[in-house]
């Protein structure tokens, strides 16, 4: 008989043996998922039985983790900040280190109630300019894509985190083309070097959209093209926070000092790791 205790066991070994950096967690979130079970019953209800359809399914979705598929992925979707994000093909997988930019933005708001606008260039699942609303009550915001499968990813997330109303996206050329003057600028812009791309994780290589990684020879075109952009795009006095890949924050600040944006801080990930830098226009 086949219960969730040797289904959850056989899942185990079978990502470990993968070379899965994290087996049982990945195990339990694929088996619960492909059950449709709460964490409750999977925790204290090891020696339920299942049937070989229910195994199957389960299995499925195991082997698709071992060939490095991401977790977040083969689910559909990922948390991030306050929010639960669904992901599609034309969406980076939003990591934990881009909270940086939130907390960095947040820092720069003296007052949170204020009826401010906010930028994402680059936004993706929508993920940083939806966690800045969720913060921020009064402001509205806009989040621009080159991909229009983002567009519509980052949407559907506002609406599934009530912010439909607050946030509006659409496909562009990171600032191109606009008119209007924001409080707030974030993006998280591809900074990888291309010669990088092939020694990538699996789960990041094959999975994750190119254009979303590839910062061209040096990892730095895009922050050149938003470098370039921000002096048109900010208000007097308005923020800019800009997640940068390892040992690229003092080059992106000369980008930013270089078009008048003076830059007020960098600041580290949970690992260490200079991860955002954010900048003010004095103008």
């Not at 007052?111 to 929508?126: K, S």
């Amino acid at each position: 008989m086949i219960t969730l205790r040797t289904l959850r066991r056989a899942a185990e070994a079978r990502l470990r043996e993968a070379g899965v950096d994290t087996p049982e967690l990945d195990a339990r979130l694929l088996v619960q998922h492909a059950l449709g079970l709460t964490r409750e019953q999977l925790l204290f209800e090891p020696d339920a039985p299942l049937t070989p359809e229910q195994a199957a399914k389960a299995h499925a979705l195991i082997e698709r983790r071992a060939a490095r598929e991401p977790v977040s992925r083969i689910i559909g979707e990922r948390a991030f900040w306050s929010l639960e994000l669904s992901l599609n093909a034309d969406t980076l997988d939003p990591r934990p280190d881009t909270e940086t930019i939130v907390e960095a933005a947040l820092e720069a708001i003296p007052d949170r109630a204020a009826p401010l606008r906010v930028l994402d260039l680059g936004t993706g699942t929508g993920c940083i300019l939806l966690a800045l609303l969720a913060e921020l009550p009064n402001a509205t915001g806009l989040g621009i894509d080159v991909s229009e499968g983002a567009v519509e990813a980052a949407a559907g997330n506002a609406r599934r985190n009530g912010l439909g109303d607050r946030a509006r996206f659409r496909v562009g050329n990171w600032g191109k083309g606009l008119t209007e003057r924001f409080d707030l600028v974030v993006s998280n812009p591809p900074y990888i070097p291309s010669s990088d791309i092939p020694s990538l994780d699996p789960e990041v290589r094959e999975h994750d959209p190119l254009r979303a990684l590839d910062g061209g020879a040096d990892g730095l075109d895009a922050y050149r093209a938003i470098a370039a952009q921000l002096p048109d795009l900010l208000k007097p006095q308005a923020i800019a926070a800009l997640e940068v890949g390892e040992g690229q924050a003092a080059d992106v600040a000369a980008l930013l000092e270089a078009r008048g944006i003076r830059v007020t801080g960098v600041f580290r990930d949970l690992a260490g790791i200079e991860r955002c830098v954010r900048g003010r226009n004095d103008r």
